[in-house]
Structure formats: structure tokens, C-alpha cells
């Protein structure tokens, strides 16, 4: 039954043969005298466990270095030696010193001299070595790749397992190649201890080159019908990550009649492992082989994921395994975990699905934290599935929220956030306030920003609603993320008048806590915003809630508090200043206390709020006229909702691949799936975006009023009769559309500033303006850049000047300072001028149809006519990825979509496509970027979608042979 | 799969760290003195298992020695611990109720043990017996070729 057993060993070379009587060989005589000469000439190098206890002994770290570096300089000299009979006892003691954390790399060569020695000894601790000293980068790896393919086609099993285990364990590519056909052959070895070690090798060969899956597949044939357990755990694990790397496998699998259907033969297995008698030998406190078991368990899961043929053949095996497994160990619950998540992934049946529920009920209350864990994690994972199942435990659930461990904590209320709806939002966000007040740090960040969602989904009323994001706000302090701060804005802007006052009142209130403005910086930003904003409201409109108000001298006190503490950062106070250059047409006493604030600042050492404050200490000068009609109160925002990212972990996407990115508009787009994701993304852009635009006037603008105010009127009207056409041309009703013009009116008299070059935010509008050659196509890229999602930007009308101003100033939006989320490539952009007008090239030059570069054309899709290419151009730090789609057909195309993944190792970002809709002849271009992070090849998952005659169909496609791109710096 | 295996003492020194991915040796040193801190700072009654970067952390202590081992997301945490568990078993019965020094002072033996038991992150045997019998067949293999009269001084020492 061991063949390692049975083996004749005569078969050994002789030097391992004990039947080989060595005494009266010369040969050996000779290399015994040999080394006794050699041990004459050096002296014995010291013993691996003398060495060890050497440096056990050490008593300060200094010391245990001396040992070291003695011992290390000593094995160096050995090295340059050659034919040393003590390289395997010099090595070991290296690997030792590596352990410790000492620098080992000079023993990589060693290592492999070992491996191609014909001893045991040497090659079992030169294996070793090179499974711990090199890792994939090593160029030594050719060396290895030979010394590897030697022994595998060694007549020693040890020999070969020993290589077969170095190539499980350091595989790279370049190796799985070369040696995936030598793997191959020893799949089918009849030697159980080689064939076992060869179908993992071949599983990890096929984790690093997928492509290489083909040639073991006739070998997993016979795998499953064998009885020995190492070769069906590691049959079934081969089979499983095939099966989950390429559904066509997985049909193959499923239909292949070689394996005389894979299902029922699992299944059989599976069976004969729970009702067979007790064997010892796989026995683990009363289950037999859970290992196995839970392997197969989850084979199964993939088989029957969307078939219902299958999961029906395997709904009596499951439901015997939920039941017949006991449950008092870890590894009973091992199993039953693995079989829950096997039921509610498969079409199971109903009563089946419920014993799985109960099942992780029952998890939920046991007294074992991993138990409690797991409990957690699955539910999670199956909230989707059946939801009303999952409520029943929700006091559980929230009590786990108390927990002392993160890892409970951090489960517990990702599920919270799954499990609130319309009927349960009050005492839910009432829990998670609580847990919110109490929790670490960083948990702070995604539970605000996932409470923020979730009252923007189910709130009943909007007092509530304001109330919540408040007590967020204060909850979580300097935590918030920033998008929670602009949601808050939106809410409050978009609110009825008496909530608009009802709110600044308790923002004005929570500010009088002490510490809170430097505690919880997003309040202050929110609450001086609200002040600034319905500062009329505030002070002198109608008092329904009868709250008290403060004079108009502790307003100005509190605001003179904030902006000269060195602990309110720099945004709070660029909040506070335009706030307080907003509340001086506001306040009816304290206006000139106002002015002597804002121009202190004209000398402040940052340059923005110096910026701020001298061109706000204009308005009070030879421009008071403009002063009230420039900051009127803000038009009403329309809602953005924040981006999912935390808050719904049930995963937006039904791929596995984790880069998907839709049109360059990361995130945004997966809460709803209302319509056009672009357009929807955009429209949820434009909330964000008016805010700015409150932050450019209340900068940037101002830098033409401190200019000569001669205004071009023909070229504003220009622009104000091109921008209405647009909007038209768009057909998104936009509610504050008109405010907005008024606004880029305002900012028509920036061209006579252009001579004058304002330092910041105000500057890049100039500077751009200066060196703006863009055109109407530019404009209109930047309005699709700036949120208006014209998804026809074909408007062909004379280019104007005034456009230009327009393209910029909306590029300008995306730059500017103050928080908003990314908006498709401008990602951090840093306000920079010339970096926005990068940011806008490619959006305006898509709009001329860009001709891609040439290069080599990898063709992803030709069907129906609908031909898609790509053209990859490797660049110093990234590579540029030119997509084309051309419409060759005679239809139109509508709302196209492209959508890429890449795997793991690459990150990719597309830009912006050049347009949705092909008409006959027509082509979209688009360009996408990918940065590799380690070595690996690029390989790219395409889908396409369209919608032909109000027909959406989808194409998917997989495209390889990118050129070899250069990993960028390790992290 | 599992990615990678570490085994460190209480008071956080290392003593066993085998690796399935191929990570440049700097950030094996970092992860290992994150995880280390980590997972030392835990409580004792804390849960086995901790979400760290897109993996997850399975550890178990067993006497003075904490057996860490970082698994991808779809894996069975359960399982892990009773891939640790076996582990354990198999050197309590190789070297006899095993203890911290056992494996310093036989660090190598310890790898070999693993080798047998996992291969590339995967279990490679679930028989107990069937990963002794390989050791103790290799073990013999060296000790044949190891000329024990001629001098003593040979082999690893």
C-alpha cells in the first residue's frame, strides 16, 4: 500500500544502497581519505546545533551579532572553497542566521550546488535553502529550473518530491513553463507519493500560467475514481481551481464523461466518507477526513453555482451532511460551515436553505469566538440570499457589535449595514451611534460613511435625516471621510427653509462644546457652511423651534476663535472665511468687525487664505455693489449619493475580478443602476461639483474683480446662449442650471484680468485661460469632465473664445481645493494648472476621434461587424492601452459600454470613452492605463455592452499577449 | 491556498517561516513584524482569525509558540486551524511531545515535516501515518549515506 515501502531499493544509486556493501570500494576509500586530508587542512567548521546554542547563549543583541557576523564571515570563506564536504552543514547554519532575521542572500548559489549534489542530505537542506532564500526575482532561477528538472526524472521518490515541493513553493512563470510538461508526466505516475505532490504542483503551475491548464487535463481524469486520500484532496483541489479560473473547464468538467460525471462521483465520495466506518488513519475526533470533506464541499459549490441539474443532485448529500455532522469540535463545525455556504451558493431547496440558516443561528450563539466569526462572515455573505432569515438574529448581531475583538466588531456591523431597511432605521442607527461614539479609530471612517448611506436610503423624514448626519458628524469626528462632509451640504442646501434654520441652530449649538472644533474639523466645516449659508435664517428668520439665539458679536467672537486657532486646519478655515464674507451681507450690526477678520487675513501666511481674505477685503472696498449679489445664497444641490464602497460589501459586481471600473468613474455609479451608469455618475457628480463652484467664487472670481472690471458683455452672452443650447442639447433637466449661468455670467469679466496672475485656485482659471487653445470639443469635454454628462457632444457650432473660459473654469472645478470625490482621471489632482489641462486633453481630444498610435492591434472582438481593437503602447511607468471600437454593421449602436478587468498584479484606470453611441461606420475610442505591481502577464477581461434596437446585449472576451511590462516600485 | 506559514514565540522571536507566495525579502520582514506585534497584542479569549490587508490571518497558540498562517479570502478559516492542528500533532509525534526547542534546534526537521504535510499552500496528505513514514524513510536515506564509523563529525552535527 506505501510503495515507498515495497520499493526496491536496489534501484537507488549505489552510494544510497545498503544492500551495496561500501567497505572494500576503493572508490569510497579514496573519497574518505580526500576528506580526511581536506579536514586536516581546514579545521571543522562548527556544528549546526553548536552554533545554535552559540547563539542562545548570547546575552545582549550586540553579542548575538558578534556570533553571527563571526560565523557568517567564516561560511563566506567556505564558499569560495569548492567541493566542500561541509557546504550542507554551512548552509544549514545560514539558514538558520536568516531566520533570525540576518541577511542570507550570499548563500543562493550555495544552495543550488547542493541541489545538483548526488547525496540525500545535501540536496533535502539545498532545497530548502532555495525554497527560503530565493524568491521569483532571482536570475538564478534558470539555474534552479535545470537542477529541478534533473531530479524530477530522478529514480529516487524522494528526490523527486523533494523537487516537486521546491516547485510548489517557488514557482515563477517562466519555471511553471518549463517544467509543466515534466509535472504533467509524473501526474500520472502510478507511485501514490509522486503523483499526489505532482497534481498540487500542477495546481500551482496553473495558478501562476492559467494558459498552461490544458495540458493537465486529460491527466485529472483518473484522479477522482482512485481511493487513496492525498490523491483525491489534491485531485479535487486541481479540479477546483481550474474549475474556477475558466468556465469552459468547468462545462468540460461537468459533461466530461471520462470522469463519469463529476457530480455523482463526489458525491459518492463524499458519502462513503461520512457513512463509512471508522477509519483510524483519517479520523479526526469523530470525522472522518474533514480535510477531504470540506474540499469536496466545495467543489460541489462551484458545480452546482447557477445549475440547477446539479445542485438537485446534490441537495440529499447536503442536507445528510448538515444533519449527520457532529457539532461539539472545531471540526465538526468546520464542515457544517463549509456545507451553509455550499447550500445558499447552489439552487438548493427551500427547506434546505432554512436548516442552513439555523445552522449559523446556531453559530451565532455559541460560546467559541471563531464559531461567532465565521457565523458572522457567512451571514453576511448570504444576506442577499434571504434576507428575513437573517433579521431574526439581528439582537445578536448588534450585541456582537459590543464585542471586546475586532475581528467580531468589524463583521458585526458590516452586517448591521446589511441588515437595515425602511422598518428598522431608527433603532439600528440609534445602536450603531453608540457603537460609533465607542469605536477604534479605524472603524470610524467606513461606519459614518456607511450610516450616511444608509440614512440617505430609508430615512423616514428629513428632520431625522439631518439629525442623523449631525450626530455622525459629531460621533466620528475628524474621521469622516469627506464625501460625508459634501453629502451633509447637500442635504442641508436641498432642505425645506424651516430645516435649513431648525439645522444651523443645532450646528450652532454643537460648536459651543468645547473641543469640537478641533476635534471634529467636518462639523466645523459643515456648521460654518450652514451659518455662513442661512446665516438670515439663522439670526433673524421666523423662530419655530424657539431656540435662542446668539447675539451677532458672539457669532464674530466664535468665528475669530476658529480662524486664528492653530489646531482648525487649513480647509476648516477656507470654510470659515467664505462662510464669514457670506454672513457680512447677512448680519445687520457686526459688518465692519467682519471686514477688520477678513483682512487680517490679506497677510496671512498660507497662501490660499491670503488669497481668500484680499480679494474678500475687496468686496468691502471699490466693489461693495457686488458684494451682495456675489454671495447669494447657494441654489438648492441635488442629492449625490456616496459611494458604496464600505457600506454594501455584498459586492456590486458579478465578476470576480476586482479592477472593474466603469468608464473612468470609479464607485460612483454601483449604487443605483438607474439608466446610463455614466450619465447617472455625472448627474451624481453635479452636486459636488456646485459646491465647488461656491469655492471658486468665492475665490477665484473675485481675482477679475480686482481687475479692471471692463466687461466683455457680447462674449458673455456668447457663452450664456452656447451654455443654454447645451444644457438643451442635453436634455438633463438641471434645476439650479440657470443659477449656474449666472454664476460663469459673474465670471465673464475674468478676461480682462488676464494680465494679472493671482497666486492659487484664482491663478490656474487665469493661467489656463492664457493658454487656452482648446476648442468647442473641449468645452464640451470639460462640461462632460464637470458633471453635465453630455452623452452627445456632436454640437458643431463656431468655436468662441468665452467657450474656452467655460472648458477651463469646469476643468478648474475638478482641481480645486476643497474636498470632493475623484472625478474620473482627475484623482488627486493638486490644483495644479497644467496638470488640469492634461486631465482635460484626453476627454476634449476623444471628442476629434483620437487616432490611436501605432503599434501592434490585438483584435478583442470582431462580431457581427462590431469590431473592437486594442493598441498597447508600453510607456516608462505605465502602458497605454488604445481601445477602438468601430460599427461595421449596418445598425445603430446605443449606450456602449466597456468594461476591463486585469488580474490581481496590474491596476488599471480607463479614462474616459470618446462617446456611447456607433452609428454605422461610427468609432469610439477610449484609453486605458495599466501599472503593473509585480511580474506577471497582463491579461485583460473584456465586456462589452450595447443596446441595439432598446436591446441590451452583452459581449464578453478575453484578450492576451500584451507586450512584457515592467513591474513598478515594490511597495 | 494558504500563503504563508510563521511560527514565533511568545516573546516574539521567529522560528519557522515558510512562504507559498514570492514576496521580495524586505516585505517578508515587514509582514512578519507586523503580524508578530499584531497578533502578540491580541487577548487571549480574542477569535482566532483576523481580516489583515485583502488576506486573512488564521493563528493558533499552542504552549509558548503562536502558529500563524495568512489564507486567501474563500478559504475555511476552520479549516486552517485544523491544518495548524495537525501540524502540531505531527511533530508531537515525530519528536515526541514536542516542545519550543525541539523545533529551534531542529528547525530543519520541522520544514521537512511541513513539506510532507502541504505542498505550494495545499494539503498534500490527510494521513498522519503517511507523512511519518515519508520522514522516517528520508531520514533514513541520510543516515545511510552519513559514514557514522570513519569519523563522527559529519552530516549536520
Known sequence: MYPYYEQDW???????????????????????????????????????????????????????????????????????????????RNIAKL????????????????????TASTRFTDKRIGYLGAMLLLDERQDVHLLITNCLKNDLNSSTQFVVGLALCTLGA????????????????????????????????????????????????????????????????????????????????????????????????LVRILKNLILGGYSPEHDVSGVSDPFLQVKILRLLRILGHNDPDASEAMNDILAQVATNTETSKNVGNTILYETVLSIMDIRSEGGLRVLAVNILGRFL???????????????????????????????????CLKDPDVSIRRRAMELSFALINAQNIRTMTKELLLFLEKADAEFKAQCSSGMILAAERYSPNTRWHLDTQLSVLIAAGNYVRDDVVSSTIQLVSSSPVSEQTYITNRFWESLQVANHCEDKQPLLQVAVWAIGEYGDLFMYGSNEDEFERPSESDLIAMYHKFLTSAQVSTTSKQYALVSLAKLSTRLQQCVEEVQALITSFGSHLNV?????????????????????????????????????????????????????????????GNVGNVGHPLIESNMNMLGDNTNILLDLLGSTDLSAGASELVTATDLSNAVHKKNTRNANDVGVSVSNNQDLLDLLDLDMTAPAAVTTTTPGAGGILLDQHHSSATNMNSMLGGLDLGGFGAPDSGSGSVPTNGNDLVASMLGGLSGAPAPLPAVGASA???GNGGILLGDLNPTAASNNVTVPPQGPKLTALDKDGLLVQLVPVTGNDCMRIYMTTTNGSGNTLEQYLLKAAVQKSFQLQMLTPSGNLLPPGGIITQEMRVVATSNAVLRMRLRIQYALDGQQLVEQTEVSGFPEQQPGPAE | MMLFMLLFSRQGKLRLQKWYMAYPDKVKKKITRELVTTILARKPKMCSFLEWKDCKIVYKRY?????????????????????????????????????????????????FI???????????????????????????????ETPQSFFDDHGLG
Open chain 1, 608 to 668: 490660499d487664505l491670503q488669497q481668500r481674505g484680499v480679494e474678500f477685503t475687496q468686496l468691502f472696498g471699490h466693489y461693495k455693489h457686488l458684494r451682495p449679489p456675489l454671495l447669494e445664497k447657494m441654489p438648492a444641490m441635488q442629492i449625490s449619493r456616496i459611494s458604496s464602497q464600505n457600506g454594501e460589501s455584498g459586492g456590486s459586481f458579478d465578476d470576480n475580478s476586482p479592477d472593474v471600473i466603469e468608464n473612468g468613474v470609479e464607485g460612483v
Open chain 2, 63 to 111: 504552549a509558548s509558540l503562536y502558529f500563524c498562517c495568512a489564507i486567501e479570502q474563500n478559504d475555511n478559516e476552520l479549516l486552517t486551524l485544523e491544518i495548524i492542528h495537525r501540524y502540531v500533532e505531527l511533530l508531537d509525534k515525530y519528536f515526541g511531545s514536542v516542545c519550543e526547542l525541539d523545533i529551534i534546534f531542529n528547525f530543519e526537521k520541522a520544514y
Open chain 1, 95 to 114: 539558514l538558520y542566521i536568516h531566520m533570525l532575521g540576518y541577511p542570507a542572500h550570499f548563500g543562493q548559489l550555495e544552495c543550488l550546488k547542493l
Open chain 1, 170 to 265: 517557488i514557482a515563477s512563470p517562466e519555471m511553471a513553463r518549463d517544467l509543466a510538461s515534466e509535472v504533467e508526466r509524473l501526474m500520472k505516475s502510478p507511485n501514490t507519493y509522486i503523483r499526489k505532490k505532482a497534481t498540487l504542483c500542477a495546481f500551482r503551475v496553473i495558478r501562476r500560467v492559467p494558459e498552461l491548464m490544458e495540458i493537465f487535463l486529460p491527466a485529472t481524469r483518473s484522479l477522482l475514481s482512485e481511493k487513496n486520500h492525498g490523491i483525491l484532496i489534491t485531485g479535487v483541489t486541481l479540479i477546483t481551481e481550474m474549475c474556477e479560473n475558466s468556465s469552459d473547464t468547468l462545462m468540460h468538467f461537468k459533461k466530461d464523461s471520462g470522469n463519469r460525471e463529476i457530480v455523482p462521483n
Open chain 2, 114 to 144: 511541513l513539506d510532507e504535510l502541504l505542498i505550494g499552500g495545499e494539503i498534500q496528505e490527510t494521513s498522519k501515518k503517511n507523512v511519518l513514514k515519508a520522514i522516517a524513510s528520508q531520514d533514513l536515506l541520510q543516515e545511510d
Open chain 1, 828 to 830: 488627486g489632482a493638486d
Open chain 1, 365 to 399: 450563539l455559541n460560546s467559541d469566538k471563531n464559531i461567532r466569526y465565521v457565523a458572522l462572515n457567512t451571514l453576511l455573505r448570504t444576506v442577499h440570499a434571504d434576507t428575513s432569515a437573517v433579521q431574526r438574529h439581528r439582537t445578536t448581531i448588534l450585541e
Open chain 1, 10 to 88: 536496489s534501484v537507488l544509486p549505489p552510494e544510497n544502497n545498503r544492500r551495496f556493501n561500501p567497505a572494500f570500494n576503493m572508490a569510497t576509500i579514496r573519497q574518505a581519505f580526500t576528506e580526511a586530508v581536506e579536514r586536516v587542512r581546514m579545521p571543522t567548521p562548527t556544528r549546526l546545533r553548536d552554533l545554535i546554542r552559540q547563539i542562545r547563549a548570547a546575552r545582549t543583541a550586540a553579542e548575538e551579532r558578534a556570533v553571527v557576523n563571526k560565523e557568517c564571515a567564516y561560511i563566506r570563506s567556505t564558499f569560495r572553497e569548492e567541493d566542500s564536504v561541509w557546504r550542507c
